[in-house]
């Protein structure tokens, strides 16, 4: 089964991502298989594991939630022409070729993210943690590596 995630951005365009293997996990971190290095998205987000009947999209307990279809989900199978949103980001599932004209969702509202009750007990703000420097990209979706020539955080402007 081919699976393929299609980009939609701003301007019209679009953008193909063929899912590497029959488990794909989508996140911040260098090392996940397709790595959308943004803030919005969690470090291990979400993940679309496949065989020959079916593809599934599991949350990965992300803070700001997997989006199917405009809904939040936990764990769902999916098909050919769903919309898939992490983040800012939305992608329509493509198999095995179907369908065959990639058209953006309907314009809808976006999703919400996910707001959390404040503590209830006030205490003083801690530093922010120092963050480790980052390791060399993963090299499973080059289109979306951060280099000097075709940087994915250039075109997320676009998006």
Request: charge should be neutral; proline fraction near 13%; hydrophobic fraction near 35%.
């Amino acid at each position: 089964m081919d699976v393929t995630l299609i980009l939609f951005k701003k301007d019209g365009s679009q953008k193909a991502f063929p899912l590497p293997s029959s488990l794909t996990v989508i996140g911040r971190r260098h090392d996940c298989d397709l790595c959308v290095p943004l803030m919005t998205v969690s470090r291990r987000h979400c993940q679309l594991s496949l065989n020959s009947e079916v593809v599934k999209l599991r949350d990965l307990d992300s803070q700001a939630g997997t989006f199917l279809n405009n809904q939040r989900i936990s764990d769902a199978a999916i098909k050919a022409g769903d919309y898939i949103t992490i983040g800012p980001l939305t992608f329509m599932v493509q198999i095995n070729g179907e369908p065959k004209n990639a058209v953006p969702p309907p314009q809808t509202k976006p999703p919400e993210p996910v707001k959390q009750a404040p503590p209830a007990k006030a205490t003083p703000p801690k530093a922010p943690p120092k963050k480790a420097p980052a390791a060399a990209p993963s090299d499973s979706f080059p289109e979306l590596e951060i280099d000097d020539s075709d940087s994915f955080l250039a075109e997320l402007k676009d998006i």
